[in-house]
């Protein structure tokens, strides 16, 4: 056989790449021009696969700044959402990857819960002004039934979200809700290794991150679940600092200041002060609208959430038999029938 010399055979591949980019971007036809939402590492874009009509979410990221090729977080949140197949996570249903950009066609769903809330009066509220948020008992608890569900199957495959908050939580018109945006999640292996700093948007990170603990769990999730509660009963988010210092005040001036008693070992923590100022908790409760959006049992729960010890949080199979889902209305909450029967990707 005669020799290729090595180059001609990577630019014979990568323009083999590129032509299979070409007829993907063929494949789907993107619909609106502007982005539904722009992010980290690429845009999301409405589009219709034109075999079947369907329409579909194509998220577009852009490998061309990438030294290495396609980047660790897109690797991750591929080879991590192939394996989840539930109906409280998003759907990915094709992938494709050239030299310089990097698609995944996820199913379409029709807004996000930030979006949600904007149009349920989200936004107008201030404190001082007329009350107008007005999202009914039974959807709050269906919200945050189907969002512990969803990371309940997540954690049981051993993998951690680490970026929940309401712009990554899709909802569709018939109110299903599905959790979106795996970039930033990780498989954990038992132990659990160290992770890094950064992780998940400062009004819902979890307060051992926030004070710099290197060593953390599946329940930073369940914080975040917690913070995504209180704001469905409200209308406003529980601690939204404008810094990772700023949103630990917030947590303290809610949950009152830990100390050694309530959280042993804080002291420890890296980012903590003694010097913190001293805020004691008026109660969960005592949150406007708290007690009456949720009723005694959801302020539990939510109690079970928030509990400053990641091991004395809930977790979310235990937090799925609460009492507070006694009477969880199942027909606005999908099936999980057949689900992981269902032939993956
Ligand atoms: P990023 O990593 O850039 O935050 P996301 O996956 O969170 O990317 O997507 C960004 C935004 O695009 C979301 O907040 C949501 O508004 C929209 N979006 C994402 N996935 C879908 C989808 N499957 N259907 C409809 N809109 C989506
Ligand atoms: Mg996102």
């Known amino acids: 056989m005669p020799q290729v010399p090595a180059r001609a055979q990577d630019e014979d591949v ?9 007829a993907f971007e063929k494949k789907y036809e993107r619909v609106e021009k502007k982005p539904l939402g722009e992010g980290t590492y690429g845009e999301v874009y409405k589009a219709v696969d034109r075999a079947t009509n369907t329409v579909v979410a194509m998220k577009r990221m852009k490998l061309d700044q990438e030294d ?12 991590l959402l192939k ?11 094709d992938v494709f990857c050239s030299q310089k950009k990097l698609f995944l066609i996820f199913e379409f769903v029709e807004q996000d819960m930030k979006k949600y809330f904007k149009l349920h009066g989200y936004s107008q509220i201030s404190p001082s002004g007329p009350k107008q948020w007005t999202l009914p008992q039974n959807i709050i608890k269906s919200f ?32 299903h809700l599905k959790i979106a ?14 992770y890094t700093h950064e992780v998940v948007t400062v009004w819902y990170r979890a307060p051992e991150i926030l004070l710099g603990s290197q060593k953390y769990s ?5 914080w975040s679940a917690g913070a995504i509660f209180g704001e469905l009963a409200t209308g406003q988010p529980m601690f939204p600092g404008d810094s990772e210092i700023d949103t630990i005040f917030k947590i303290f001036q809610k949950l009152g200041t830990p100390d050694d008693g309530v959280w042993k070992g804080i002291d420890a923590l890296p980012d903590f002060k003694k010097t913190f100022p001293k805020w004691k908790t008026k109660g969960l409760d005592k949150i406007e609208g708290v007690a009456t959006a949720l009723g005694p049992q959801g302020v539990k729960l939510l109690e079970g959430l928030l509990k400053y ?13 609460h009492p507070y889902f006694e009477d969880v209305d199942h027909s606005i909450i999908p099936s999980v029938a057949h689900c992981e029967d269902e032939d993956m990707l």
Do not use: W
């Open 181 to 194: 945006d795996f970039g930033l999640a990780r498989a954990f292996a038992i132990p659990i290794p160290k």
């Open 83 to 93: 394996e989840l197949n539930h109906p409280n996570i998003v759907k990915l249903m």
């Open 218 to 222: 599946i329940m930073v999730d369940v």
């Open 68 to 79: 290495e090729g396609v980047p660790s977080t897109a690797i991750r949140e591929v080879s």
């Open 309 to 321: 010890q990641p091991h004395e949080r809930i977790s979310c199979r235990a937090s799925l038999e």
């Open 14 to 22: 990568a323009q083999m790449l590129d032509d299979a980019a070409m």
């Open 144 to 175: 945050i039934f189907q969002l512990l569900r969803g990371v309940e199957y997540c954690h049981s495959h051993r993998i951690v979200h680490r970026d929940l908050k309401p712009q990554n939580l899709l909802i569709d018109k018939h109110g």
